[in-house]
T-cell receptor
Framework: GGIITQTPKFLIGQEGQKLTLKCQQN?????MYWYRQDSGKGLRLIYY???????QKGDLSEGYDASREKKSSFSLTVTSAQKNEMAVFLC????????????FGKGTRLTVV | GDSVTQTEGPVTVSESESLIINCTYS????????LFWYVRYPGEGLQLLLK?????QKGSSRGFEATYNKETTSFHLQKASVQESDSAVYYC???????????FGTGTSLLVDP
């Protein structure tokens, strides 16, 4: 089986700071995703990528940039961290569309002070 | 937009008792949504538990079952006899037949007392 590795596990940033979250998968999947989960809410799609160098905006893309330079990696940048922001960012991958099984990483927990 | 509503947790059940976690959905942008249950065990990433892509069909996995009911727009998760190892957070989700966005519920935390 494969694995999705997210780094770092915990990220503390300051207001206005640019922060980058990284994700690697060894499934050889074509599609990768970034979701955001706030406490008490469902996951919301930020960006996804259906192949290397492709980027598609999700519902929550404002305030974020993403980069898919290799098939195995997908990074997410918070362009200007908001004070008191706290959320878990989940990276995921699938072989095709979302009707195929989507595999998730364990998450990066962001705190902005 | 599309939405998923599920039982608010935490839910506590004794081992060997039955379980039902309710899930209802609204799919305004998807004509024939696919329905999913994902689960996150402690210390693990979210993983697919079961999926059903056709209305009227039932999916099952690890003793859990869910039936896609288009009339009541529901996809309740059931298990006849839970085990301590079922303690986890369960997420109901819907998605398009061909597309990339999954819409998730808020998750239901299940604790099974031994």
């Amino acid at each position: 089986g494969g694995i999705i590795t997210q780094t770092p596990k915990f990220l503390i940033g300051q207001e206005g700071q640019k922060l980058t979250l990284k994700c690697q998968q060894n499934f050889n999947h074509d599609t990768m995703y970034w979701y955001r989960q706030d406490s008490g809410k469902g996951l919301r799609l930020i960006y996804y990528s259906i192949t290397e160098n492709d980027l598609q905006k999700g519902d929550l893309s404002e305030g974020y940039d993403a980069s898919r330079e290799k098939k195995s990696s997908f990074s997410l940048t918070v362009t200007s961290a908001q004070k008191n922001e706290m959320a878990v960012f989940l990276c995921a991958s699938s072989i095709g569309a979302a009707n195929t099984e989507v595999f998730f990483g364990k998450g990066t927990r962001l705190t902005v002070v | 937009g599309d939405s998923v509503t599920q039982t608010e947790g935490p839910v506590t059940v004794s081992e060997s008792e039955s379980l039902i976690i309710n899930c209802t959905y609204s799919a305004t942008s998807i004509a024939y949504p696919n329905l999913f249950w994902y689960v996150r065990y402690p210390g693990e990433g979210l993983q697919l538990l079961l999926k059903v892509i056709t209305a009227g069909q039932k999916g099952s996995s690890r003793g859990f079952e869910a039936t896609y009911n288009k009339e009541t727009t529901s996809f309740h998760l059931q298990k006849a006899s839970v085990q301590e190892s079922d303690s986890a957070v369960y997420y109901c989700a819907l998605g398009p037949n061909m597309g990339y966005k999954l819409t998730f519920g808020t998750g239901t935390s299940l604790l099974v007392d031994p």
